[in-house]
């Protein structure tokens, strides 16, 4: 059953997702690539040139081939190959380099630019660009063209990389599998050298900016400056020079700036300047952390060091229409307002990275988000390992040792292991700076979990400024800064921990599932969830029930809840709000507004 979102059902191909879609680094000379591009779908063996492929169809980028959007309809295999293509014009200048950027492909790719091989990429969810400059064609003084070819091949659960909730096999809690480009794509012309990077770090008195610098780089002395503005007016500015590559360090104290939190998300603008290349930028000061802190017996979670209890709901963020691919840029913003609106201040991003945009919404309307680490390995997980023994015995299971037998947990691949840790390197190098992000999730019901305490800690040398969650669910190792229980089926507790020495908050990251099918809004006609109701005021009433138990741990040292879940998904209705985000179907108002 086709199921459009308003947004996709008005949906215009000539003017689709056009906004910047790098919020926190943004130039003023700008293409945006997305609408209607040619494509093939070539199977292994097909005869033909693998390397010069008969373009027979058209695809609506970026949705992927799978998606109702696309206008494709096809479930790409593991042994097909997907190509796309689309020429572009333009003026090259002398003095400046062309960048062709992709939000994120899934899963494998490599890119063709006037028939020279450009670059490669593999990884689903994190942005890439190419340095096409020197493969462009003139013609005559005033035009260059560039063709563009991109081959795409995704293994989907055949494979162990990092795919999420993604199958072939779908069905329950597993959705349809998606491939392609699903991201925006675009392309920018820049100075020549040029701002490759930034990284912004902020505490409550400091701002710090480091650049990386690419291109045609010499020994000359280039000034690197930064303005800060808020609300306009200039408050805060340096300069500094430098040569080379770097990366380039510049520092800016503030005495008292204003703070970033859920219910005041105050930021200010940037502006950065290397030379001759300038981007647009913004930050926030703000911190969050883990505090013992007056009445509480345990420590908690707190931003800007008050005590803040997190209301947040499991957001997977899928679409009926668009599956992966939000239909436009008011879609993405509208799942962050209702959330705000249900009474929730937290989003939890369930094992997908979004567009940049997305956080930077949630960076403008205070809504925090837990980010959780893509998970991959195995084709699938053992039941009994990462169902059924913790759920029914969760006592035994913070006793599983996960550097031992991680068949267990669909980790036995050692080259699966070691691309996954590339993949949540990736993640936090390109996330990290949104303000919005308070927490990262290692590893989700032991879904390809292997060494919880040694991954934690080496992600945790890309970021000191969060706290980590290690192993929500289950088969907690006692590391990270969270103890973090999923609980469906059993009374709403106080998570227990490793002992009473145990030093860490307690949160309870998953619970509610309650179901209730909306008929006319529902993608398949099968139904899954826990706590099936038949009708909207009985649903309604259940939510309302699991949420105020949750909120009652609070006064027993509770940090925080996710209920599951914000949107239905598929066969899951056990969301909200239904999956084509046409019926809220519960608002639990005893939630207080966040």
């Known amino acids: 059953m086709q199921l459009l979102t308003p947004w996709g059902e008005t949906l215009d191909p000539h003017d689709l997702l056009q906004e910047y879609p790098r919020p926190q680094m943004r130039r003023e000379s700008y293409a945006n690539l997305n609408g209607w591009w040619e494509c093939t779908i070539r199977a292994d063996q097909q005869e033909g040139n693998e390397a010069d492929p ?10 992927s081939p799978e998606s109702a959007l696309s206008g494709v309809g096809h479930q790409l295999l593991p042994h097909e190959t997907i190509w796309y ?25 490599e890119c063709i630019v006037n028939g020279h091989p450009v670059g490669s990429h593999r990884g689903g969810y994190t942005p890439f660009s190419f340095d096409i400059t020197d493969a462009l064609q003139a013609f005559g003084d005033a035009e260059s063209v560039a063709t563009i070819d991109l081959a795409v091949r995704d293994p989907s659960e055949i494979g162990t990389q990092p795919r999420g909730k993604q199958r072939l096999d779908r069905g329950s809690i597993w959705y349809t599998a998606q491939s392609g480009i699903w991201q925006t794509v675009w392309m920018e012309e820049v100075s020549d050298p040029y701002i490759e990077k930034i990284d912004i770090r902020t505490s409550e008195d400091m701002l710090q900016l480091r650049v990386h610098a690419a291109g045609s780089i010499d020994d000359a002395e280039r000034a690197l400056s930064v303005d800060v503005f808020d609300e306009g007016e200039l408050v805060a500015s340096a300069s500094t020079p430098v040569q080379g590559n770097g990366p380039h360090d510049i520092e800016i104290a503030f005495a008292d700036p204003h ?18 290349d300038a981007v647009g930028s913004y930050c926030a000061f703000r911190s969050f952390t883990i505090e013992y802190v007056e009445g509480k017996s345990m420590p908690v979670f707190c931003c800007n060091h008050e005590p803040l209890f997190l209301k947040g709901v ?10 992966l691919t939000a239909p436009s840029d008011e879609a993405l913003r509208y799942d962050i307002e ?23 919404h949630c960076d403008c309307l205070g809504m925090i988000v837990w980010q959780d680490m893509v998970n991959g390995g195995a084709q699938s997980y053992p039941a009994f390992w990462t169902s059924q023994l913790p759920t029914v015995f969760p006592g035994i299971a913070r006793h599983v040792d996960d550097t031992k037998k991680l068949a267990r947990f669909g980790a036995e691949d050692a080259s699966a292991r070691e691309l996954w840790l590339e993949q949540a390197h990736a993640t936090i190098e390109h996330l990290r700076f949104f303000p919005c992000i308070a927490s990262w999730t290692v590893f989700n019901e032991a879904w390809g979990q292997f060494e919880a305490n040694k991954m934690t800690n080496a992600l945790a040398q890309l970021d000191d400024t969060r706290p980590f969650d290690q192993a929500s669910g289950w088969y907690d190792q006692g590391g990270g800064d969270y103890v973090s229980e999923h609980n469906y089926f059993r009374d709403l507790h106080l998570p227990k921990g490793h002992g009473c020495d145990d030093e860490r908050a307690r949160v309870i990251s998953e619970f509610g599932g309650s179901a209730f099918r909306v008929e006319g809004h529902s993608a398949i006609e099968r139904s899954y969830g826990y706590d099936t109701h038949e009708d909207a005021e009985e649903f309604a009433a259940a939510v309302r029930h699991e949420l105020e138990k949750a909120n009652a741990l609070e006064a027993e040292g509770l940090s925080g809840y996710v209920y599951t879940q914000l949107t239905d998904v598929e066969e899951e209705v056990n969301g909200l ?5 046409r019926v809220v179907k519960a608002r639990p108002t005893s939630v207080d507004e966040a």
């Open 54 to 63: 008969v373009y027979s169809g058209q695809i609506l980028v970026p949705f």
């Open 85 to 109: 293509r689309r020429s572009v014009s333009m003026l090259k200048r002398p003095g400046k380099r062309y960048l062709l950027h992709f939000g994120a492909v899934d899963f494998a790719c």
């Open 259 to 276: 703070l970033w939190s859920p219910a005041d998300p105050h930021l200010y603008d940037l502006g950065i300047s290397y030379g001759e």
């Open 577 to 581: 709000i239904t999956y084509d985000r």
């Open 314 to 323: 499991l957001d997977q963020g899928y679409w009926s229409d668009g599956l």
């Open 338 to 360: 209702m959330a705000r609106k249900l009474g929730f201040n937290m989003l939890r991003k369930h094992l997908k990275v979004e567009p940049a945009r997305w956080y930077y």
